[in-house]
């Protein structure tokens, strides 16, 4: 089989595999936040906050996943979890993404039009 046939192959399998599927590592934040980012590629927000949950709990402080989880939670319309999430980190890292993030979340909330 040519090398290019595989890899086309692998990427199918991979993207037909569901995220509620994959092994359960409650300690490792890398582990966590690769599979949250994984189940958001796949459109599966539920099992992305889950990850990236986890993954925010071993380290609040990594804005990759910090954004990421914000952003997951604005998309389910959990909205207090994702001000939560921007209030902290924007605590630790005064970023123009957070501060973004925050002007979806108030305009998602009403406030801005």
């Known amino acids: 089989m040519p090398l290019g046939t595989a ?3 692998l990427f199918s399998m991979i993207a037909s595999f569901p995220c509620s ?3 359960q590592s409650r300690a490792d934040f890398a582990a966590n936040h ?3 980012e994984f189940c ?6 539920a099992s992305a906050v ?9 380290n609040p402080g990594n804005e990759d996943n910090a954004y ?3 952003l997951a939670y604005l998309e389910q319309a959990s909205l207090g979890k994702s001000r939560a999430i921007l209030t902290a ?24 039009e």
Request: aromatic content about 6%; charged content about 30%.
């Open 34 to 36: 690769d599979k949250g």
């Open 68 to 70: 990421d989880l914000a």
């Open 89 to 112: 980190s924007l605590a630790r890292h005064d970023k123009a993404d957070f501060h973004n993030l925050l002007g979806e979340l108030a305009a998602k909330e009403g406030h801005l």
């Open 50 to 58: 889950l990850y990236l949950q986890r993954a925010y709990d071993i």
């Open 21 to 23: 599927s994959l092994a």
């Open 7 to 9: 890899i086309v192959g």
């Open 40 to 45: 958001i590629k796949k459109h599966d927000l």
